[in-house]
Nanobody, 126 residues
């Protein structure tokens, strides 16, 4: 049974930083792409960033390029999202996800992910 557990969310002022973590268990972590998505109140869930199984490749949505960095530690079955220069529009519940199949890359579509965490709230005040 796959489990994804996010942590690291919270309240931060605009311009600040947060680092989200997602601990995975239940499948061989190192062979699947991982992604971060977010959902703001009243909006659909959207793609934020993804990272290939070996960590060599990353892909970001335009609105976070240059501010967010996705990384992973395959020895610890953990994926991270470092968020710098946060803006009020980054406020959302952030979800970690694991790709359903190990051959998918890039993996920026919700439909490519079969496993999701419970989410962690990120609130950026102005």
């Amino acid at each position: 049974q796959v489990q994804l557990v996010e942590s690291g969310g919270g309240l931060v002022q605009a311009g600040g930083s947060l680092r989200l973590s997602c601990a995975a268990s239940g499948r061989t972590f190192s062979i699947y792409a991982m992604g971060w998505f977010r959902q703001a109140p009243g909006k659909e869930r959207e793609f934020v960033a993804c990272i290939s199984a070996d960590g060599a490749s990353t892909y970001y949505t335009d609105s976070v390029k240059g501010r967010f960095t996705i990384s992973r530690d395959n020895a610890k079955n953990t994926v991270f999202l470092l968020m710098n220069s946060l803006k009020p529009e980054d406020t959302a519940v952030y979800y970690c996800a694991q790709a359903s199949y190990n051959w998918w890359w890039p993996a920026s579509l919700i439909s490519q992910y079969g496993y999701w965490g419970q989410g962690t709230q990120v609130t950026v005040s102005s």
